[in-house]
Each structure stands twice: as structure tokens, then as C-alpha cells.
């Protein structure tokens, strides 16, 4: 019965020792999350920081289709998950959280900042849409390059009323570059629910209407992202062309340590609804199906879960015991 | 007179002209049912309604455009940037709309329009999110601009912004929030724009600073007080219009200036308000003036490298220090 | 036969006497513009200098069925047909693009900039896509005073690629804002054909995708233009929802004196385009609906011209006769 | 040598660094299919074919953010502004992204792209379309600005700009494109960055400028040559990095000095750079710095007016007098 349930909803390329070290992707994700919340409250973070906890499908389920440092990645301030699927050590992340001289921007970029370049990851960025501008750069030189590479730009709902966006879609559409734009619809932008910020809340339209085809997709369930961008990078890599996923998920914490601390999300969301949502969690799906497959037995989830805490605990001993940045570097890369 | 914060004395500040003037609102992100990103905007749109209290998409473009187009057809809006940082995305609608419309009208249209939030540094913010771009807005004529370092200064100046007819940029000091003071409850309490105010006297040498700034002068001048130096602390509150009388009369009795402020020192007010002090109190200058200003960086993450970048008082001070050497 | 016509193809509301009136009225913005174009080679005016020959249906057809000055006007730097058909007078237009103290902004403004707020018309604008976020602001206040009052804002085909005209979009669909919006497709923007702008032409799709709803116009005719514009108009007043007319036309000429002096033009459209397009002439449509329906021999359309050219050269007079603003007058209107 | 003009300077900078470097290409609005808007790409399109001369649509986010990214990827674009006023639609790309991204990634990611386009005032564009920015980007850190005065630094320095690894914001003058010069034909001929030069010696005061304003300011000297006043006019070429060594030795000799610039006066460059003059050479100093710079107001259409907003070689002439007076 659990073979035919991998049949039927598992794409045929993903074995299941290989869907078994996406899960452990996203365990570690969460409790990466979850420490660096702690560690903010301790006071060993400052500045903002934007948690990914229950939006784990998004990056687990798209990046390890990519061909890095190739492929190019951009996104958002919410953005320790994608440096970790990227490749990006903990340590040199939970450092960089901590604004250390080990971090992966030597301390000086922060939370929002984090970046890999190495790996193919161009950063996430702190303004709003800000990333879909340097998407279209990024396109183009790929294109320009002569390559088969793809960027993609992750972004948030609350991105899709910034003008940039729209310009960026514009020229992307006109000259036809491999980006893959994956708007992480969490439903909110801080307090404003999609439903009190858009004039029309149908966001494929808003791709479609600058020349850029896309889909709707459940990004709470593994399988689903997982094919959808299978199939949308395909297609990327065939016609050149951008595509835009428009990917419903929730964000199960609130948009920042700021309201997470004062529960300030209860201003614009109840209770009641991020247990709605908190059904779906991802990882309890996903973990679901593998036990169900045989593969995944409570020993082992536990196990997964020891490891993802420990891997954490490690980057955060790391990122304790390293030094902050030299007072002299103040001045340094500000030119190259 | 009440004892109150900062961001209470604006949230004053706007409930008693909001209850004056049925044609003053608010709009910006996050201003109405998650009650402010500061709270500043705090049980407003409970109190006045969403008609009043206007929450918007992120779109900064947009809400300039909105304050300014319905300040053009008559209504007196009160726009607020999340932060400063973010008016980035709406230069050409501030620039290019709100401070030249009644010029290129030739005053056949007011513009009067209050575009406020708050700037300041030093919470870990990082790069994109720690501008402080007053010198762009003073350099641009058609702006009044307006930076509050009291309660009481929060509130009267924030009145004569929403009552003034043209376009004020209204900047609060996010490190300040929280600052208490004592505030007029009188409901026609308003500070004239173009007053300088004069925090300390003192005869050594003239310490000309505004927002936040102010604080730090005067902490400076306690210490150096301590040593014998007396600071006369100049608190500008508008940098259009520049008040330069009181600076000239001061800087008449010291001879010595140091000019002070948050934001990168390079090409920044500091420079302007030094020039124009040699330009009129040529004569007078004993020392050249000092000018203390942040570091001219994009601000970094880590906490020991963002204190570096901050001037403190004891940048102050020791600027102080080589003025009276 | 003739009478067969007008009721097919004129809406029942205009009478002939009107229409004749609309005839003229086009007639004098079509002469008007060729004479702003002399002057400005004769070095009686300086700045940029775009004219509107082959759009005046845009605005003949549709200003005077608003109700001035309750009802307001935004439009871009192509802005005298608007000007003179808010009322302002064809001197104080002229005076205005001479730089003179007698100019509807007392000489500040130019060409670009012209205005009549006690019409009902709030300006020019040298910024593509400029007057799209001022409309917002005019839509909400015409909304918020409780008025029945319309925004009526133009722009161009180019502006539809500026970031801030799609924040404005989605705001004014979010708040169902009175804004009537006339896209000034004349095909270019500067040398830019619409293809070569977009990745996506359908503009109706652009407005739709942030809820305002909308159609295409033929903005050649003067009947579908104003029928269209009568259906909107009476949607907005009914529903107080913004609406969105693409108006297909063409400019006759080049994009500003720039280009018409030195053929500019001819970089980025054959004279054979032009030449088709010419034969679709607004005012010689409706000049010949007018002479089959009997009411415009030859001799009242020679009359009719002559008049306008009085009209202009009247202006042309009072302008040059008209003094420079005070030198003093520099440092004045900074502030209100 | 060869005589040029201004504007064929910058092309042929262009064409030799795109001939030499397949990683350079422009884009912009209009530079292509219309050769240009005041024609300095002409005949690029046909010579380099779309991929690299690439018209785009108006778009000024778009196309900041073309050039930032695609710079930040590896190629090395030069993005053309239509004139530098819509680049206040780009700030935030500008400011926030490239401007940042060297110093956010801890030196990790480089962004070397030129960002360049005509400022400049005087044909009656008003308000909108007068801005000259150099003074808002000099306050940024993380920029370099340019802005040539003559042919050759044209050709020179946006060779520099070309090949430098970072943002570079190269301000053109649309009123000197016309102006002839030689120009080096050596395709290695480059000017670096921080050099400022002395364009005529003199003995009694200083005159410092940059772009258009230079010329105002050599017709000015030479007219006071007349008189017997010995001008030394100095041309920064860039802002940052600012070459001070040159303007101080010039000021140990002169002791006085007008420092110039066609961009608005309050809180322009000017500001900065007689503020940096009293810090390094305080006591050289003879008589206060003068000040010359456009009128504090958005520019008026009207001739008469434009005219008198304008600074001119007549109002340098007037503040040299004074300055000696
Ligand atoms: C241009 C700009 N405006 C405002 C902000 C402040 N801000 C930071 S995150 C955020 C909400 C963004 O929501 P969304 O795009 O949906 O992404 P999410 O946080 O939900 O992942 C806002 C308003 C900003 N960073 N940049
Ligand atoms: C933001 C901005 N970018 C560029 C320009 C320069 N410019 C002026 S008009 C124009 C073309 C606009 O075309 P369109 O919107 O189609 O209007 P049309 O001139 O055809 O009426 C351009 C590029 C400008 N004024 N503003
Ligand atoms: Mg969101
Ligand atoms: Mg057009």
C-alpha cells in the first residue's frame, strides 16, 4: 500500500532515500529557525529576523533540482533557508546571524543579508521586491552568457505591489530570460493579509499581464512544488523563457521576532487560523508519507531530528566561540 | 502640561488635528489594524475609522502619490514611511511632484502634505534599512524639513507640519521613541518652523546638532562641563527653514563651533551649516569648525562595527576637544 | 440618409448644432498645435514641444461630458488639447509656452506644465507615468469628500512601463477609486513601438490584473470615443469603481520638436505607417459624417478653419505682446 | 590626437571598451533603434546588434536593476539615464542595491557598472527635467562620481569608469556635448580617478569646479586676467574619490577661493567641499569662501527666469570681487 501512495504521489525520479534526505532538510530548517529565535531573545542577534518555518517546501523541494553555482538564487530578508539549501555551511550562517568576523558576510550584512556567492546564491535582500530587479539582471547575463542557467528569484505577496516588480516582469517577458519566479505567498505581508493589499488577488494574472505564464501551486505539500518546479525549470531550460509560480504556503510564526515576541500577529490574524494551517505542516506531511512508505520509523525520525539539533548546536558554538569583525574592517568593502 | 513619550506626543499630535480638521488623514503601511510598526499610529484607526486611517499595500510610489494628489485637490494628508530608507522607491513622486507642483503652477496649487517615519540607527538594522537622507531633502527647495529631538518639539512641530500648506518631511528618530518629556495638552500648542533652540548656554564653544543628535550634544556638554568647558547646545529642529540667527548670535560669543548629526558626514547638512556659519561669521571663527557625522559607509551589521560607524558624545567630546585646542 | 447615419452611428444625445461644435473645437486644437510648432522654430519658445495632432478625438470626445471643475484632469507633457478643452483660454496656453507672466502658471511651467485648477484641470506632467500616483490621491480625496465627482487621467502607452503606475493601478482597485484612465496608445513612446515595450500588448489586461476593468477603444473615431467614454464615465458615477480605456491612435507628427525637425522619426516608423494612419484623421472623419449629414458645406468648414486660426493668432499676439515674468518672481511660489 | 566632440568622446570610449571586452554592453531608453536621444550612441546598434545595445522600455527600475544585476553576475554594463532627473525613479536600486551590495556581502560580490547621462540646465526643460543629483550621490557611500568637462576626460574617464569594479555614476553635461576638443587616440588612454586637474595657474584665488561650471569658471579667469586678478581654476573631475591634495596646495598659495557648481546651492557639493578647505587649510584662509551655485528654487520655464537661476561666469566674476574685496 505505501508503494503504491510513492506511486501515485511521488514523482518517479525521487527515490526515497533521496526523499528522506529532504526531509532531514527540512527538520534541520526548522530547528535552525527555532534556535536562531532563541538565540535572538538571549540577545546574541540584533536588527531584524525573519523566520521560514512552515515555508520549508518551498526551498527543500526547488533548490536541489538546480545546477549551482550555475543556476543563480535570489530572495528575500526571510532568507537562512535558502543559503542552507544553497550549501551555505550553518556555521558560516548562524555566524553571520550573530555579526561575526566567520559569518558568510563577514558580519557586515546580517540576517537579511546572507550570501554565498560560491554557491550560487546572490543574497537575500532587506527591501521589499528588491530582489526582482537584480533578477532581471541576472537573466539577462545568463542569456547574455549564452548559458542554459536559471535564476531564481523568491519573493513575497507583499512584493507584488511594488512598481520595480512590475517593471522587471515587463522586461523580463519582453526579452525572454531564464528566471523562475517563485512568489512565497504566505498570505501576509507583516499585519496585511493578500486580501487587503491587492486590488486583484489572482497573482498569475499579474505575471501573465507582462508577457510571463504561470501556476498556482500548494506549496505546504513536498510533492506538488517539488513537481511544479521540476517542470518549470524544464521548461525554462527549453524555451528560455521566465515562468512564475505563484506558491500558497503560511508562514507559521509572525513576520518577524518583533511581533513573534509582543504576539503582535494577533492584530491581524487568529489563532484559530495558524492551526488551520499548522495541519499542513510540510515536514509532518512529508514525514507522514515516509513512514507510511516504511521508511521512516519514529527511531529514525527522532534520530533526524537529534542530528538537525545538533548540526544547529554546532553552528551556534561555532558562532559563539568566533571573533566579531575587526574594528578596522569598518572601512573595508565599501570598493572592491 | 503631561508627561509622555515621544511617539505619543505625535500620535498627539495627529489625534488633535485629525479632531480639528476632517480633511487631515493618515495613510502608510501598517498604520491602521496592526497599529503602527512603531506604534505610533496606535488605536488611531479604532478611534477614526478607516476612512482615516488608511492601511496600503507596499507600495511607496503609491503613497506618495496619494498624500500628494489628494493634498492637490484639497485634502491635508498625513503620509508615513515604514522608515525613511523606504522613501528610496518614492523619490520621483517627492522630488519630482510634492516639492515642485505649487512652483510649477505658479502657486496656483498648495501642496500641503506631511510625509513622516521615522529614521536612526543603531539597532542592527544593517545597510538598506539605515538612511537618514535629510541633507537630500534640504537640498531640494520646495521641502520644509523637520527633524523633532523632544516630546514636546514632536508634538508642537508636528501641528504646524499638518497645518503648514506645502510639503513638510517630517523626520522621527526611531532610537527615541521611547523618550519621555513633558508636553502642552493644549490643543493650539504649535512651535514655529524656522526656531532654533538654544538647550544649554555656554560661552567656550557652540555645539549645533538636531534629532537625536541633540541628546548626544548634550550629553557631551555635561561631561565637558565637569572639565570646565562650557557648551552652548543648539538644537535647529528645522533644516528649512535654517534658522542662522541664533547659530551666527551664538557662534558670536564662542568662536567655536562643532556641527553634529547621525548621518554620513560626506556631503551631508554638517557641510552646508559650516559653510554658511564661515559665510557669516567669517570674522569670528577662532578654530576651524568640527564636523562629526557617521561614517561614511553603508551601515554594517555587527554590532561592534555599527557602534564604530555611530558618532556618540564622545565623538563630541573629543571634536570639542581639538576645537579648543 | 444622412439623418439614418447619425442615429447608427452618433450616439442620440448629440445633436448635430453640438457636434459642429466638437468639429470646431478639434479644429482649432489641430491648428493650435501647428502653430505652437512655428513659433517654436522661430525661437519664441524653448524646452520640449509635443503636440497632440491625430489625438484629438482623446479629449474632444470625452472632456466635455464631464462636469468641470468638481470633476478633475491629470494628464502627461502632450497636455494643450487638454488645457483648452478645460477652458483655459487659448492666450493664457500660449502665454504659457511663451514664458510669459500672462501664462495659465504664470510663465514657471511650460509647455509641460500647463494648469487650470479652477477648471477643473490639475496639470501636466514632464514624468511618464507621473500623473498616474497623483490620481490616486485626486481619486481618493474626490471619494473621500463624498463627492460624485470623476479623475480623469491620461497617459501614455509608455507610461504603462513605469513601476508607479502599477502601484496606483492596485491601490485605486483596492479602494475602488472614481478614476477614469485614458491610455494614450498612440503606438510609440519616443522611438519605442508598443512590441518593442512590452511582453505583453493587451493593456486591458495590465488594468484588469489589479481589478480595474476596462476595454479598447478606437481612438480615430470621435463617436466610439465618445461612447465609450459615456459608458465609463456613467459606470464610474454608478459605481464609484475606477475604469480603464485603451485608446488606440496615432500621433501625426513627430514626438516633440525634437524629432519633427530633424525627421527624427524616421529612425523608427516609415512614412508609409504614417501615411495610413493619416487617412483616419479624426477631424476629416467627422468633417465628412458632418457634410453627408448636410450640416457642413465647404464654405462653413472653410469658415470654421479661419476662425480657429483667428483664434490662435489672437493668442500668438497676446502672447508675444505679453510681458516676461518679474525677474523677482524667481523666488516666489517656492512655497505657498 | 583627434578633435572631437564631447559627445563622440563618449562613444568612442564606449566602442573601444565594448570591441575590447565582450562583457560590456549598454542599455537604456532609446540608445538603440533611435540612436540615442542626444545622439551619443549613435550608430552603436548597427555596429553591435541588439545584444548589446539594448533599448529598453521606460523603466528606470528596471533598468538600474538590469545593470546592477547583471553586473553582479559577472558583465559589465553601462546603463544610460535619458537625463539624470529619472534616475530619481531608480533610487532605491541605485542607493540601496548597487551602491551596497560590495560592503552587505562582506566584499564578496563586485558591481562594476557605469551608470551614466546627461545632466545639466539652460534650454528651458523646468522643473522636472533640471535636477543634477552629483550631490545626493557623493553622499552615498559605495559610488564613484564622475562628471568630464572637456573631450578628452570624457573619452578618458568613462574609460576608467568602464574598467573600475565598482558602481560608478558618470554625470554628463548635455549643455557641452557639442564642445569640441582633442582627444588621445590610444585605445589605453585612460584618466584615473581622483586626479583633479589645474586647468589655468594662478596666483590670487582659487576657483574650483566641475563639469559645465569649469568652463564658466576659465571664462571667468580670463576676464579677470584683464583686470590683473590671477585665477587658478581647478576641475575635480570626480567627487569621490575627491582629490583635496590638489584644491589645499592650490588654496597654501592662493588663500582664498569660490568654489562653483550649476546644481542648487544649499547642500551642494560646494557645501563639502569649503567645509573640507577650513578643515585642511584653516589657517591659510583670508577671506571666506564663496559660495557659487544655482538658485534655490525648481527650475522656472521662462527664460528670463531660467537665465537667472543659472549661475554664470559673471556671478564667479562677482565672487571672486568679493573675495578679494
Ligand atoms: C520597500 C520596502 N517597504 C517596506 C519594507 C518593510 N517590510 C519589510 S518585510 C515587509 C512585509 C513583506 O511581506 P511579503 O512581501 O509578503 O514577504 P514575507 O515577509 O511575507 O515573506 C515590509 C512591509 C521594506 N523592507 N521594503
Ligand atoms: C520617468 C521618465 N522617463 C523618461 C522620460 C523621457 N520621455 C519623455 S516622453 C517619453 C515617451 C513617452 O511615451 P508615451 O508614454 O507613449 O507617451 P507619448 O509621448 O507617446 O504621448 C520619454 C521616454 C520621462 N519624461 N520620464
Ligand atoms: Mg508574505
Ligand atoms: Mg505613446
Redesign the pocket.
Given at each position: 500500500m505505501a508503494k503504491t501512495a510513492v506511486k501515485e504521489k511521488s514523482p518517479s525520479d525521487i527515490g526515497l532515500d533521496t526523499l528522506l534526505g529532504h526531509y532531514k532538510t527540512m527538520v534541520l530548517i526548522r530547528r535552525f529557525e527555532e534556535s536562531t529565535y532563541r538565540k535572538f531573545r538571549e540577545g546574541k542577534m540584533g536588527g531584524y529576523l525573519?523566520r521560514y518555518d512552515g515555508q520549508e517546501a518551498l526551498v527543500t523541494a526547488l533548490i536541489p533540482q538546480l545546477e549551482l553555482p550555475g543556476d543563480k538564487i535570489l530572495c528575500?530578508?526571510?532568507d537562512h533557508a535558502h543559503a542552507l539549501l544553497c550549501g551555505t555551511s550553518p556555521r558560516a550562517i548562524m555566524a553571520e546571524l550573530m555579526g561575526r568576523a566567520t559569518g558568510c558576510a563577514l558580519g557586515k550584512g546580517g540576517s537579511m543579508h546572507l550570501i554565498d556567492p560560491d554557491n550560487g546564491f546572490l543574497g537575500g535582500d532587506?527591501?521589499?521586491?528588491?530582489p526582482v530587479p537584480i533578477s532581471l539582471g541576472v537573466g539577462w547575463a545568463l542569456k547574455y552568457k549564452n548559458t542554459k542557467n536559471v535564476c531564481v528569484c523568491y519573493?513575497?505577496?507583499?512584493?507584488?505591489n511594488?512598481g520595480g516588480v512590475h517593471e522587471s516582469f515587463n522586461m523580463v517577458g519582453l526579452y525572454k530570460l531564464p528566471v523562475l519566479y517563485i512568489l512565497?505567498?504566505?498570505q501576509?505581508?507583516?499585519g496585511?493579509s493578500v486580501s487587503r493589499s491587492t486590488g486583484q488577488p489572482d497573482f498569475v494574472k499579474k505575471a501573465e499581464a507582462h508577457g510571463i505564464a504561470g501556476e498556482r501551486v500548494d506549496g505546504m505539500d513536498f510533492f506538488t512544488m517539488w513537481d511544479a518546479a521540476k517542470r518549470a525549470l524544464a521548461r525554462i531550460r527549453e524555451t528560455g523563457e521566465a515562468y512564475f509560480l505563484q506558491v500558497d504556503c503560511y508562514?507559521f510564526v509572525g513576520?518577524?521576532v518583533g511581533d513573534d515576541n509582543t504576539q503582535g500577529w494577533k492584530f491581524y490574524r487568529t489563532e484559530g487560523e495558524v492551526h488551520e494551517w499548522m495541519k499542513k505542516d510540510p515536514i509532518v506531511k512529508l514525514g507522514a508519507y515516509l513512514k507510511d512508505a516504511g521508511v521512516l520509523p519514529d527511531e529514525l525520525a527522532e534520530k533526524i531530528d537529534q542530528e538537525a539539533i545538533a548540526v544547529v548546536d554546532d553552528a551556534v558554538a561555532f558562532a559563539e566561540a568566533s571573533p566579531e569583525p575587526p574594528l578596522d574592517s569598518l572601512y573595508e568593502n565599501v570598493y572592491s | 502640561m503631561a508627561v509622555m513619550r515621544y511617539s505619543e506626543a505625535l500620535r498627539l499630535a495627529m489625534t488633535e488635528e485629525m479632531e480639528r480638521d476632517d480633511s487631515v488623514f493618515i495613510c502608510g503601511?501598517?498604520v491602521g489594524q496592526y497599529q503602527g510598526t512603531y506604534r505610533v499610529t496606535e488605536g488611531m484607526l479604532s478611534k477614526f475609522g478607516p476612512r482615516r486611517v488608511v492601511d496600503t499595500p507596499?507600495s511607496?510610489i503609491g503613497i506618495a502619490g496619494m498624500a500628494t494628489g489628494a493634498a492637490m485637490a484639497g485634502l491635508r494628508p498625513i503620509a508615513e514611511f515604514?522608515?525613511w530608507s523606504?522613501a528610496l522607491?518614492a523619490m520621483d513622486a517627492l522630488v519630482n511632484h510634492a516639492a515642485k507642483i505649487t512652483y510649477m503652477s505658479g502657486g496656483r496649487i498648495s501642496c500641503p502634505v506631511v510625509f513622516r517615519g521615522p529614521a536612526g540607527v543603531g539597532t542592527q538594522l544593517s545597510a538598506?534599512?539605515s538612511q537618514s537622507l535629510e541633507s537630500w531633502f534640504a537640498h531640494t527647495p520646495g521641502f520644509k524639513v523637520v527633524l523633532p529631538s523632544t516630546p514636546e518639539d514632536a508634538k508642537g512641530l508636528l501641528k504646524t507640519a499638518i497645518r503648514d500648506p506645502n510639503p513638510v518631511i517630517f523626520m522621527e528618530n526611531a532610537g527615541i521613541y521611547g523618550q519621555r518629556g513633558e508636553v502642552p495638552e493644549d490643543t493650539d500648542f504649535m512651535i514655529p518652523f524656522g526656531q532654533a533652540a538654544v538647550r544649554t548656554e555656554g560661552s567656550d564653544i557652540t555645539l549645533i546638532s538636531y534629532s537625536n543628535m541633540v541628546l548626544k550634544c548634550l550629553k557631551a556638554a555635561e561631561a565637558l562641563e565637569k572639565d570646565g568647558i562650557h557648551c552652548e547646545v543648539i538644537d535647529l529642529r528645522t533644516l528649512v527653514p535654517l534658522d542662522m540667527d541664533t547659530v551666527v548670535k551664538s557662534i558670536q560669543k564662542t568662536h567655536r563651533a562643532v556641527v553634529a548629526h547621525e548621518e554620513w558626514k560626506n556631503v551631508g547638512f554638517g557641510a552646508e551649516l559650516a559653510s554658511r556659519i564661515y559665510e557669516q561669521a567669517f570674522d569670528y571663527m577662532d578654530a576651524p569648525i568640527e564636523r562629526v557625522g557617521g561614517a561614511d559607509v553603508p551601515m554594517p551589521y555587527a554590532k561592534n562595527l555599527e557602534r564604530a560607524a555611530i558618532p556618540t558624545d564622545l565623538d563630541i567630546i573629543a571634536a570639542v576637544k581639538r576645537a579648543l585646542a
Open positions: 525573519h528575500t530578508y526571510r532587506g527591501i521589499v521586491g528588491g519573493f513575497g505577496d507583499g512584493a507584488m511594488q512565497e505567498n504566505n501576509y505581508a507583516m496585511t508562514r513576520h518577524g | 503601511e501598517e507596499i511607496e515604514m522608515t523606504f522607491e538598506q534599512h
